[in-house]
């Protein structure tokens, strides 16, 4: 059973638009929610992250929207530029242990 | 920054044999993982481990088994290696109780 759904598979924005990548999750129990960016040939790094508590975190141009009550999760990238091409995980964890990720987003910005 | 490297980068292995996976961490992180990456199926849990000594199965440890001698290193080991074990495999360390995962680069391995 998937823990953790990602959607869509793949994205294509312009450069300049926000990117708006989904995120749902099985498992009332899960409290942190971190997304990892992957570039080709590397290994995923962590961009950003939200504790269940909050309904809101941004860092710079990524921005998290996180709704409880639903089970659900958004990041929100503003301004795209072709640097952000990557795949982008949703992940989810309970008390810091034992990460279950999605299948991906994979993101591309046309110039 | 948290270093954790894989060796080898790449591997290619014979149906029916054995190949062992490395990874190395030098932050001192008690946690260490290996993960599996495949179309369609994002990362999935092979083993983990908290510490030492100890290991732990993950999501789908069918035909994998690890091994933790040291804090710093945790090895994924197929005594049989299939063709379906053919994928990029990585390595992630983290503290116990912490926000972040690190990940190595990969090993992308291939079963003919």
């Known amino acids: 059973q998937q823990q953790v759904r990602q959607s869509p598979q793949s994205l294509t924005v312009w450069e300049g638009e926000t990117a708006i990548l989904n995120c749902s999750y099985e498992?009332?129990?899960?409290?942190?929610f971190p997304w990892y960016q992957q570039f080709p040939g590397e290994g995923p790094a962590l961009l950003i992250s939200i504790l269940s508590v909050s309904n809101k975190k941004e860092d710079g141009r990524f921005t998290i929207f996180f709704n409880k009550r639903e089970k659900k999760l958004s990041l929100h990238i503003a301004d795209s530029q072709p640097g952000d091409s990557a795949t982008y995980f949703c992940?989810?964890?309970?008390?810091?242990?034992?990460?279950?990720f999605g299948k991906g987003t994979s993101l591309t910005v046309i110039p | 920054e948290a270093a954790v490297t894989q060796s080898p980068r790449n591997k290619v292995a014979v149906t029916g044999g054995k190949v062992t996976l490395s990874c190395n961490q030098t932050n001192n992180h008690n946690n260490m993982y290996w993960y599996r990456q495949d179309t369609g199926h994002g990362l999935r849990l092979i083993h983990y481990?908290?510490?030492?000594?100890?290991?732990e199965k993950g999501d789908i440890p069918d035909g994998y088994k690890a091994s933790r001698p040291s804090q710093e290193n945790f090895s994924l080991i197929l005594e049989l290696a299939t063709p379906s074990q053919t994928s990029v495999y990585f390595c992630?360390?983290?503290?116990?109780?912490?926000?972040?995962?690190?990940f190595g680069s990969g090993t992308r391995l291939t079963v003919l």
């Open positions: 498992n009332s129990a899960f409290d942190y």
């Open positions: 481990s908290y510490g030492a000594g100890s290991t």
């Open positions: 992940a989810a964890s309970t008390g810091y242990q034992n990460f279950y």
């Open positions: 992630a360390s983290g503290e116990r109780h912490a926000e972040t995962l690190y």
